[in-house]
């Protein structure tokens, strides 16, 4: 009889698994006597938190519940296979060679140049000249809470694999086993650690996953670095490719309304927005788990602010600032073996520059502090764009009230934080994974941005973290997100 009930609570989703579980419990003549097993449980609400596990664990079921890529209705978003060498191949969205993730191949589609008329057909090979953007899906996923409260103790403390469980339905509230996000900056819900939640990047836009950029992005104009460096609004602009010129000196208003504007269809079908930090903090999750690299992304370290490269490992970036340059002395391009040790899965079909290039604004600023030289104010902001384009920290923040985290932001999460010394003889804010830079947001700074810039050595990495006003600044760029429903 338990190995009927097993074998059926498995085939179910995890959301309904509660719900099994309780009618189970409430059931009299159900009796759980572990000794008649090899399953190490005693009570029926063990057993369910097993079954977490065992839903986590099982490499061919997880993959099995990855959330279909959503290309939306117009076509503009093409599915492609991209080989080692960068080679993009047109595949059908049905083609069973498109992804897998538990082999770490997640899935790719681009948009053309608005001057390309010509139609692709599966076998096809893109030119790289006539792809104007790259993005990599993001599926949906619940994931194991570690720090909910900041103050665990033990080896989940630090730096560990995250375990993940791909599913397209929503956690609920189940003591010791799932819980809600409560998606506000300083609360914990009911959330416990070792409970799964659903990431929140999922939640506020209602979807099944996302399309984030695979590079910053990049100004199409720029032949050199200092040509893209201008503080415009126009979408026309945009490149998300590899070798482009990230697109600096620019506000983070008009970051925010190239990203939003990039989607210029009558509908907004994708959806198009500037980045946030739950969206960020979503891929590098993605990133630490069985399913991505689990391992510090390799520092992009191009001096020129060019996408897509990587440090060659000989070059000591262990401290700050680390080692950098443009040209082979230095870094690769994405598409070589040490490469694709700047990709969030150590292979071509992940997503780059998450570590050094420039820093990255995100859509997330300090309540009601709309930071000097930003362009934004409440009436240009909160006033004009619904609540899920951009995120509100707590106004009281300081720089290490890391307590007003988002949980699944990947900053709270993030500790225990000890601030020291660096090379350059500056006393800063750490985190416990891989030291990266942890500088919550504050009245200096209101708005945050991710990742690192090419000089930042060991202070880079996809959990690194700081704050600045949202003027225009020549080390900080954007990336963006597509949310396609359909």
């Known amino acids: 009889m338990k190995k009927v009930i097993l074998a059926f609570i498995l085939g179910l989703s995890l959301s309904t698994i509660s719900a099994v579980a309780l009618s189970l419990c409430n059931a009299k003549d159900i009796v759980f006597n572990a000794d008649d097993t090899t399953w190490d449980v005693e009570t029926v609400s063990d057993a369910l938190n097993d079954l977490y596990k065992i839903k986590g664990s099982n490499t061919n079921d997880s993959c099995n519940n990855v959330a279909k890529p959503k290309l939306g209705t117009e076509g503009k978003l093409i599915p492609i296979i991209l080989s080692d060498d960068g080679k993009a191949t047109v595949v059908s969205e049905n083609d069973a060679n498109w992804y897998n993730y538990c082999e770490k191949r997640w899935a790719n589609a681009v948009i053309l140049n608005d001057e390309i008329e010509k139609e692709y057909n599966p076998g096809d090979t893109i030119p790289e000249s006539e792809i104007e953007s790259m993005f990599v899906w993001i599926p949906k996923y619940k994931y194991k809470l570690w720090n909910v409260n900041l103050n665990s103790e033990g080896s989940l403390a630090k730096v560990h694999t995250i375990d993940i469980i791909f599913d397209t339905n929503d956690t609920i509230e189940e003591e010791g086993v799932s819980c809600v996000t ?269 990742g690192g810039y090419y000089l930042c050595g060991a202070l880079a990495g996809q959990f690194a973290f700081g704050r600045h006003q949202g003027a225009p600044s020549n080390d900080y760029s954007f990336r963006l997100v597509l949310s396609p429903a359909n």
């Open 182 to 450: 409560p998606m506000i900056g300083g609360s914990l819900g009911k959330c416990s650690n070792g409970e799964y939640m659903t990431h929140p990047a999922f939640i506020s836009f209602d979807v099944d996953g996302f399309w984030v950029g695979k590079f910053e992005t990049g100004y199409k104009a720029a032949s050199n670095t200092a040509q893209a460096q201008v503080n415009s609004n126009n979408p026309d602009f945009v490149v998300v490719k590899p070798n482009s010129y990230t697109w600096r000196y620019i506000s983070v208003r008009n970051m925010f309304e190239v990203a939003y504007n990039y989607d210029n269809s009558e509908n907004r079908d994708l959806d198009s927005h500037m980045m946030k930090n739950v969206e960020w903090g979503a891929v590098a999750y993605l990133s630490h788990s069985k399913y991505g690299i689990n391992d510090e992304i390799n520092i992009n370290n191009n001096s020129s602010y060019k996408t897509g490269h990587s440090a060659i490992p000989e070059l000591y970036q262990g401290t700050y600032p680390g080692i950098f340059g443009d040209g082979s002395k230095y870094n690769t391009e994405w598409n070589t073996e040490n490469g694709f040790l700047a990709s969030t899965t150590g292979n071509i079909t992940g997503v780059y520059d998450m570590s050094g290039g420039a820093w990255e604004y995100m859509a997330a600023y300090r309540s009601g502090s709309y930071g000097s030289n930003s362009g934004f104010s409440k009436t240009t902001l909160e006033d004009k764009y619904a609540a899920k384009y951009y995120e509100a920290y707590n106004a009281n923040s300081v720089a290490n009230s890391y307590q007003y985290m988002i949980l699944g932001d990947a900053i709270g999460e993030l500790g225990p934080f000890q601030s020291f010394i660096d090379g350059d003889n500056s006393l800063r804010w750490h985190s416990s994974w891989y030291n990266d830079y942890a500088h919550f947001i504050d009245n200096n700074g209101s708005w945050l941005f991710r």
